[in-house]
């Protein structure tokens, strides 16, 4: 059971307003790291003109996007409102980068609403410019399921290429020891087993991530507070395969910082954005409190827990709301 949890701030707004005095972030605040060189903005990125500026002259070599699941700010838009507006960032996206550079794109599909966003944002994409690379499933390994339906925890990850970006294969292997057998080919007249053929242990990645663990409140690098966290397993993963190190990388949507913080272990440049203040400062601190204690995140309690357990407001909200106690 979590000794200091946080209900999800973006359900809760009035939440998110007494969390807001604790932030070092508002509209337009842009923290410079002298050490690693990362920036954490608080900018909207509808804003082109002021996004580019955050990067200067310099050119992102990959993009690792989480946007909303069509939520923005909190409202739920129509879905072809959703898919314009990731039209809009995406051209931005491909303006500040390199001729030759990835792009990740996480992204839900509704089963319950003809799987939308999903098929839109496809369809939206032939467009862009862009070269589809592969289509990547992270399965939920906690065994969620329904008894009407086909289990469908999962998350979906498309890559896109520009240009001829460098993709290092060798980075690419998981933790999974190589144990099945079969996929025979003949070679120079003698039948071989993949076991043979490759040059780990370990089996390579496909395009379908089973070895990687959803996050929860008993793993470290949880971000109590934070919703659909992405695991640092899968980002350091893709940071890994498609740049190198001192290498810019950019985040338009840092939410819980899982990003930045991989950059930062993997010796990359980040610039990431949020457009809500607390998610800014929560991503600052996921950073701080690694540089500080080499904790990726706060397992069973959450950033802001030395603040919300002297702030009588707060500490009533979560008894009324969720009957929380803080101890």
């Not at 955050?54 to 409102?81: C, G, M």
């Not at 993963?237 to 498609?242: D, T």
Request: aromatic content about 12%.
């Amino acid at each position: 059971m979590l000794n200091h949890p946080l209900p999800r701030i973006d359900k809760d707004e009035k939440l998110r307003t007494l969390l807001l005095p604790f932030c070092r972030f508002k509209e337009g605040t842009v923290w410079v790291d002298k050490t690693g060189g990362h920036k954490i903005a608080c900018i909207d990125i509808s804003k082109k003109e002021e996004v580019k500026k955050i990067f200067h002259k310099e050119n992102v070599k990959l993009s690792v996007q989480d946007p909303p699941y069509n939520f923005i700010a909190f409202t739920e838009k129509r879905n072809d409102e959703f898919i314009q507006w990731c039209k809009d960032w995406i051209i931005l996206n491909i303006e500040i980068s390199d001729k030759n550079s990835s792009f990740y794109f996480w992204l839900g599909a509704d089963q319950s609403n003809h799987f939308e966003p999903f098929g839109g944002f496809i369809e939206m994409m032939k467009t862009s410019g862009l070269t589809s690379r592969s289509f990547i499933t992270m399965r939920n390994q906690r065994g969620y399921g329904t008894q009407q339906n086909w289990m469908a925890i999962r998350q979906e990850l498309l890559y896109y290429t520009n240009g001829n970006p460098e993709f290092n294969i060798k980075a690419e292997y998981t933790d999974i020891p190589k144990v099945l057998k079969g996929y025979y080919k003949n070679i120079a007249g003698e039948v071989t087993e993949n076991l043979e053929r490759s040059k780990s242990q370990f089996i390579r990645a496909g395009n379908v991530w089973i070895d990687v663990q959803q996050v929860f409140y008993r793993m470290e690098e949880n971000v109590n507070g934070c919703y659909a966290q992405k695991p640092l397993k899968a980002i350091q993963r893709i940071i890994e395969a498609s740049s190198n190190k001192n290498e810019l990388v950019t985040d338009f949507f840092s939410h819980s910082g899982t990003t930045l913080l991989a950059c930062e272990m993997l010796e990359r440049k980040c610039i990431t954005f949020d457009i809500d203040p607390v998610y800014c400062e929560i991503t600052l601190r996921r950073l701080e409190n690694y540089r500080e204690n080499k904790k990726t995140g706060w397992q069973n309690s959450n950033p802001f827990y030395k603040e919300i357990k002297n702030d009588k407001k707060i500490l009533n909200h979560l008894k009324k709301k969720y009957n929380i106690t803080y101890n």
